[in-house]
């Protein structure tokens, strides 16, 4: 009866969260006793749904309740752990919400220690003793607390299900195969297991190289951020000193134009000033003259007058009445259109180029979908305007370098070492990375839209400067008589029908190159597969017929 008392005290003065002692208890206003921590960690939990509930009784409060330590109780404690009152030991752990409960135990479970699937029972550490001391009950298959159990029982026969339905799928017990399953195709569940534990197997592996490859992508992705924070950081900086050099160069032109424009002033200045000076002279020397003049006039001597009026001297013939002229102001104008035409031109590349470099795509290693309409095409469009200095001289460049044409002679080009000489060919301006869509329209008997690196041959053989001829370039021939694709002098026929307007997507990362044939709607003509190892350079070439054109199309 004593031990009864001290495992009533143990019960009575143990916290239901934590099943310890009570550790500063508190006591909430339905009357149940806690750890001031437990029930604190318990209600902070709880602060989201803004109601405080009581774990054993579950009566709620709001606001939440003030904590206060019941000293009564402490002391209570205190004084029980003096004469007895310790921690309940490993076999005296009382199941929770979440653990496996004894099924022999009776009031208050205590947490199973194992699950028998034999009996079909969990059994505590006192219960368990039996099948370690009994030698039949030390044959039954013991394994971790599960509360799966019932689920082995067969709902129609009340026995283990020690067998397996592969024409059912299902768990089946012995009588079940010689009744409803029999005749199926039925074996032992441990023969079911190990076929299953072998698929398992193969699966784990499977699972672990998925792992390890999502690893290795998860790796690859991380060092991808680095590249673009690196890449962007460097981009910003490069374009900082750029456009720090641009301002320089800007404020030290408007510095020579200002100093020009002083000393042009200072010196028209001066020159004003000096004719001011003559001409002040002279109106000086008139007005004394017109005097000396006023004063004869009155003399009423006549002999005296004549003597002194030929004695006068003969008056400065005027020089300057003829050279000077009354015009408007206009000193200057010629320095304020000619910097107004400097803005409007430094205006219009800022435009065209930003316009490049706003759409400047940055490729990573996440997949990027393929654009399947025209609209999805154009958001990828590039402005391309050709390269002078490539130019072969028998084609002329006009509209703003995005129009060829082919002349029947020579145009004057200077020399310029990236100039086409052999091949009536030219590049680019632009190089070419990232997603870029454009547009041609040909006339004339037929054209060759390419696309080449920089370093492709300017001249000397044939294959090597040719576009589509050697490994540097890909070539699409548009003729009246039909489309051929040309690369590394390989010959690929193309079947479809006359179209003026060709539309080309490019990729680069992806190593896409795609040509389509546009008339009401855009047809796939060829595709390349393949990986660029340099930005690309768009390349056109004319030598079909005097007067053929290529121009490429305004997208925006």
Known sequence: MAQKGVQLDRETFS????????????????????CMSCIRAHWDDEDEKK?????????????????????????????????GLQAAPADHCYAGAEDVACDVCTGRKLKALKSCLVCLASFCEKHLQRHRDVAPLQKHKLVEPSKKLQENICSRHDEVMKMFCRTDQQSICYLCSVDQHKGHDTVSAAAERTERQTELERS???????????????????????????????????????????????????????????????????????????LEQEIRELKRRDAELEELSHTEDHSQFVHSYRSLPALREDTHSSSINVRPLRHFEDVTAAVSELREELQDALRDHWTNISL???????????????????????????????????????????????????????????????????????????????????????????LAYRDIARDGEENECTFG?????????????????????VKTSIQSRLAYRIGVYLDHRAGTLSFYSIVDSMTLLHRVQTTFTQPLHVGVSLDYCYGDTVEFVNLR
């Open 15 to 34: 916290c239901s969260i934590c099943l310890d002692p009570l550790k500063d208890p508190v006591t909430i206003p339905c009357g149940h006793s806690y």
């Open 51 to 83: 109601v405080h509930s009581c774990p054993q009784c579950r009566q709620t409060f709001t606001p939440r309740p003030v904590l206060v330590k019941s000293t009564m109780l402490a002391a209570l404690v205190e004084e029980l752990k003096k004469t």
């Open 204 to 278: 784990r592996l499977n699972i672990q190289q998925r792992i390890q490859d999502r690893e290795k992508d998860l790796k690859e992705l991380q060092q991808e951020v680095e590249a673009i924070g690196s890449s962007a950081d460097e981009a910003v900086e490069h374009g900082e000193e750029i456009f720090t050099e641009l301002i320089r160069l800007m404020e030290r032109r408007s510095s020579e134009l200002k100093q020009q424009v002083r000393s042009q002033q200072e010196a028209e200045v001066s020159r004003v000033k000096e004719l001011q000076e003559e």
């Open 360 to 450: 400047t795509e940055v490729d990573t290693l996440l997949p990027q979908p393929q654009p399947e309409t025209r609209d999805e095409f154009l958001k990828y469009s590039r402005q391309i305007t050709m390269d002078p200095n490539t130019v072969n001289p028998y084609l002329c460049l006009s509209e703003g370098n995005r129009k060829v044409t082919i002349h029947n002679e020579e145009d004057f080009y200077s020399e310029h070492p990236d100039r086409f000489t052999e091949c009536w060919q030219v590049l680019s301006r632009q190089s070419l990375t990232g997603r870029c869509y454009w547009e041609v329209e040909w006339n004339g008997r037929g054209c060759s839209i390419a």
């Open 469 to 489: 001829c050697n490994d540097k370039s890909w070539r699409l021939d548009c003729t009246t008589e039909g489309w051929e694709f040309w690369h590394n002098n």
